[in-house]
Nanobody, 124 residues
Framework: QVQLVESGGGLVRAGGSLRLSCAAS????????MGWFRQAPGKEREFVAS????????DYADSVKGRFTISRDNAKNSVYLQMNDLKPEDTAVYYC?????????????????WGQGTEVTVSS
């Protein structure tokens, strides 16, 4: 069993920054890829970013590339999402997800544990 707890969401103006954190407990964290997804009101959940088990490989959705950075600290069992130059369209609930394998993936079915989500609201 894995527990994921996100934090760091909030209200920010367009152009601002937020840093989301996800603390994991349970299964060996460092052996698995991790990801961030988001779900805006009335929309389906979508992939945001993923990071390999060792942190050496990352992948981003086109909509956030160049603005968001995913990172992880295996010693702290944590993964982060630094979000810069936020836009109103980034408004969503952001979810941390624990991969079922070591590789990068954008498919939500490849993630077997999910956090409860943290809300990000970007005002114009």
């Amino acid at each position: 069993q894995v527990q994921l707890v996100e934090s760091g969401g909030g209200l920010v103006r367009a152009g601002g920054s937020l840093r989301l954190s996800c603390a994991a407990s349970g299964r060996t964290f460092s052996s698995y890829a991790m990801g961030w997804f988001r779900q805006a009101p009335g929309k389906e959940r979508e992939f945001v970013a993923s990071i390999s088990w060792h942190g050496g490989s990352t992948d981003y959705a086109d909509s956030v590339k160049g603005r968001f950075t995913i990172s992880r600290d295996n010693a702290k069992n944590s993964v982060y999402l630094q979000m810069n130059d936020l836009k109103p369209e980034d408004t969503a609930v952001y979810y941390c997800a624990h991969g079922s394998g070591t590789y990068l993936t954008r498919a939500s079915y490849e993630y077997d544990y999910w956090g409860q989500g943290t809300e990000v609201t970007v005002s114009s």
